[in-house]
């Protein structure tokens, strides 16, 4: 199963820029430094972007999560990175109630690579 519509899929730049991607956010600062020890950075965050969009295209949904506001998707499986490594990592989508357009959520490791 994959994330629905996930060709409309909406990625908030600030997610990437002001978070994942955040050497500075008291959270995403440990986020920052993973994916930043790959290749990724805030100057070209949108190759961190595609890199998200293209990890939920690729694999299936783990585990998807209802809840009062709507549906979680959970996707887990390797990351097409800058500098060719494929940590695996899980991303978060999520689907509104009486929405049909889903949004990316966070990425987190699955477990430490280097």
Same mark, same amino acid.
């Given at each position: 199963m =994959?994330?629905p519509?996930?060709?409309? +899929?909406?990625?908030?730049?600030?997610?990437?820029?002001?978070?994942? !991607?955040c050497?500075?956010?008291? *959270?995403?600062?440990h986020?920052? =430094?993973?994916?930043?020890?790959f290749?990724?950075? +805030? $100057?070209? @965050?949108?190759?961190l972007? #595609?890199?998200?969009?293209?990890? +939920?295209?690729?694999?299936? *949904?783990a585990?998807?999560? +209802?809840t009062?506001?709507?549906?979680?998707?959970s996707?887990?499986?390797? !990351?097409?990175?800058?500098?060719?490594?494929?940590?695996?990592?899980?991303?978060? @989508?999520?689907?509104?109630?009486? $929405? !049909?357009?889903?949004?990316?959520?966070?990425?987190?490791?699955? #477990?430490?690579?280097?």
């Amino acid at each position: 199963m =994959k994330v629905p519509n996930l060709e409309r +899929a909406i990625v908030r730049p600030e997610k990437i820029t002001h978070y994942l !991607l955040c050497e500075t956010h008291p *959270v995403g600062r440990h986020k920052a =430094k993973f994916f930043m020890d790959f290749g990724f950075s +805030a $100057q070209s @965050w949108q190759a961190l972007e #595609e890199a998200l969009r293209r990890h +939920a295209r690729q694999h299936e *949904v783990a585990h998807v999560a +209802a809840t009062p506001f709507g549906s979680s998707y959970s996707i887990d499986g390797p !990351l097409e990175t800058p500098d060719g490594g494929a940590p695996r990592v899980r991303t978060v @989508w999520f689907v509104e109630t009486g $929405q !049909l357009v889903p949004y990316f959520v966070t990425a987190h490791p699955l #477990e430490k690579v280097k």
